[in-house]
């Protein structure tokens, strides 16, 4: 059982590159999360999803975009990457109701230049 | 989001020692949790709160859910070396979205 499988684990980028993060769940979690992890600022909410065909912005969500695939996927797209957005990002899921359950992927360290 | 503080920022102990880090909030959560996050990997769940006043342990672990359920504390027993990583409070109510603290980085030395 993988749990939340993210992808890549490495990137680095040019100031102004775009790319996607990929986030893949197998525990059938009905909601998703993207999250940013910055030295002393804790874990900052990007955009979520509640369910399948649903995506709200949280505290961070300037600069990105998300695409809920199908249940087990969610990604994260940096269309024009800034040095700001150099950060690792986590992608979590969790069952509805189930706050408890949140099980989160291993990250995506990204650098951008 | 909503602000949660939590302190200290980080600690440097000895192996054996007891840990004490707590998380306050301007804010009413219904739910308290404590994730442990090792170098290079995501946070892991350690211990959810869900009553004021509840008191509930992991192992070592004890955390407590304050009465006013504006904060939290965990309690680390006998620290040993793998105890090291980053210790976040998150606090959540309805909906879907965990507010996370800022973390406590632990460093245990053998």
């Known amino acids: 059982n993988a749990g939340v499988t993210q992808t890549p684990k490495f990137q680095v980028l040019k100031t102004g590159q775009s790319m996607t993060l990929q986030c893949a769940q197998d525990?059938?979690?009905?909601?998703m999360y993207w999250y940013r992890q910055d030295p002393g600022m804790g874990l900052r909410l990007i955009y979520y999803?509640?369910?399948?065909?649903?995506?709200d912005k949280g505290e961070v969500p300037n600069g990105y975009n998300v695409s809920r695939l199908n249940k087990r996927e969610f990604s994260l797209r940096l269309e024009s990457a800034a040095p700001s957005q150099t950060s690792v990002y986590f992608c979590a899921s969790t069952s509805v109701g189930e706050i408890y359950g949140y099980t989160f992927g291993s990250g995506t360290r990204l650098t951008v230049v | 989001g909503q602000q949660l503080n939590q302190s200290p920022q980080s600690m440097f102990i000895q192996e054996g020692e007891d840990v004490s880090m707590n998380c306050t909030s301007s804010s009413i959560f219904n739910t308290w949790l404590w994730y442990k996050q090792d170098p290079g990997e995501g946070p892991v769940l350690l211990i959810a709160?869900?009553?004021?006043?509840e008191l509930t342990s992991n192992g070592r672990l004890t955390a407590q859910f304050g009465i006013t359920r504006k904060d939290s504390f965990l309690n680390i027993s006998a620290s040993i070396p793998s105890d090291v990583g980053i210790y976040f409070c998150a606090g959540a109510n309805s909906g879907y979205a965990l507010n996370f603290g800022k973390g406590t980085s632990l460093l245990v030395t053998p």
């Open positions: 999803s509640a369910s399948e065909g649903t995506t």
């Open positions: 525990m059938n979690h009905n909601s």
């Open positions: 709160l869900y009553k004021a006043g």
